[in-house]
């Protein structure tokens, strides 16, 4: 009898790079530090030729890599993806007259989602704890409407404001914020998270609770604030979650069993909360995005090609997504194009999670 897993595995083996094997030798794992940059593969492991059983679908602690605010490059509005067209499509897929909010919206996968909710006609509040970028971002996106929309009667309002998403307090006066400039919510898009590489058994405990505080505990707060707001106008909307591939799969070979388990409470948080509050016409959705390609994961491919050829060769589209991919998905579950849609997670992965 065939069972898929040795099948995938096989298929795996197959596809796999003979560059993948490569291991660096480390420090014993007790005495490990804690650094910033990833690990790269630098020393070719001798028994490269002789496949041992298991090895592509196993996590190696090898690859470790911490999170730092501090090193996360900047990214700019996608070019070309907003001006005027002529192109018949549904209505249902505007947001003119909403009020869109995205977390994490000063860079990387929440900018460009956060552009896509401008494109589709929204007003957008930027939150992010790096205001200095998100500054700098709400003025990009204004900027290049302006200049792929000469001539436009409205210019879409993009405000910044700071919040630590973890941070109750901290999330209440970003609200506060928000409405005293916008005057109501529609939509959240919850993009602000992060990962990093640690082996389980020497994962520091107070980084784990600072990847759950601000990947699952800044979704709860951002998505109930928001709730009670749009309960409070009796109003519908439309609360988007980003979780990731790693809440549905291991991917492999970087181990990150904390951020997985984050990315799984996010998917199943966004189903019971849609169940919660589809009585109150508030849809709750997640995505779930495979490796996508911003700036701080280019940096990391390009430092490490053996990682880059074995995250690709597992994706069935055969490359990894622009984060202008997510444009689509978001502007969709935040409309009335997905009106019937509540609770469910759309997996924006290149095909990734169905092998
Ligand atoms: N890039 C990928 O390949 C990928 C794949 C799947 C899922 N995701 C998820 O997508 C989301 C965005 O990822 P990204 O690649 O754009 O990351 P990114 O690091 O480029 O952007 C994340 C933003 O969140 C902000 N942020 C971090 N902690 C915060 C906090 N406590 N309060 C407020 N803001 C905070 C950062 O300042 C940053 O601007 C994350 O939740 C990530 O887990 C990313």
Redesign the pocket.
């Known amino acids: 009898m065939f069972r898929p897993t040795i099948i995938r595995q096989a298929v795996r083996v197959a596809r796999s790079p003979t560059s993948s094997t490569a291991t660096r030798s480390l420090p014993s794992l007790s005495s490990r530090a804690i650094h910033s940059t990833c690990i790269l593969r630098d020393k070719v492991d001798e028994d490269h030729d002789q496949l041992k059983e298991g090895q592509f679908a196993r996590t190696d602690p090898n690859v470790e890599r911490e999170h730092n ?1 501090e090193d ?1 490059p900047s ?1 700019s509005p996608a070019q070309g993806r907003g001006g005027l067209h002529f192109k018949r499509t549904l209505a249902s897929f505007s947001l003119e007259g909403r009020v869109g909010v995205v ?9 460009v989602m956060s552009q896509a909710l401008v494109i589709s006609g929204a007003d957008v509040a930027i ?4 205001k200095e ?2 500054d700098k971002s709400a003025k990009q996106l204004v900027e290049s409407f302006m200049a792929e929309n000469p001539g436009a009667d409205r210019i879409p309002k993009v405000t910044a404001h700071y ?4 941070s109750q307090e901290s999330v209440d006066a970003s609200i506060a914020e928000i409405l005293s400039m916008h005057g109501k919510i529609d939509n959240l898009v ?6 990093e590489n640690f082996e389980a058994i020497n994962y520091p405990i107070d980084r784990v609770r600072k990847l759950w ?3 699952v505990d ?1 979704t709860w707060l951002f998505a109930n604030a928001v709730a009670r707001h749009l309960m409070g106008r009796k109003a519908p909307g439309s609360l988007v979650f ?5 809440g549905a799969v291991v991917n492999v070979p970087q181990p990150q069993a904390p ?1 997985n388990a984050s ?1 799984a409470a996010v998917r199943h948080m966004a189903s019971s909360l849609a169940v919660e509050w589809a009585h109150a016409g508030i849809r709750v959705n997640c995505i ?10 280019a940096k990391i491919m390009v430092e490490n090609p053996a990682l880059n050829k074995q995250w690709t060769s597992l994706i069935p589209q055969g490359k ?2 622009q ?1 202008e991919d997510l444009m689509g998905a978001v502007t969709f579950l935040s409309s009335d194009a997905s009106a019937y849609v509540t609770g469910a997670d759309l997996r924006v992965d290149g095909g990734y999670t169905t092998t």
């Open positions: 605010e996360l990214s977390t994490g919206g000063a860079r990387g996968l929440g900018l939150v992010d704890m790096n970028e998100a919040a630590d998403v973890s919850t993009s602000a998270g992060f990962t505080g601000v990947n800044g980003i979780g990731s591939m790693s951020y990315k779930s995005p495979g490796y996508m390609l911003t700036a701080l994961t990894m997504g984060p």
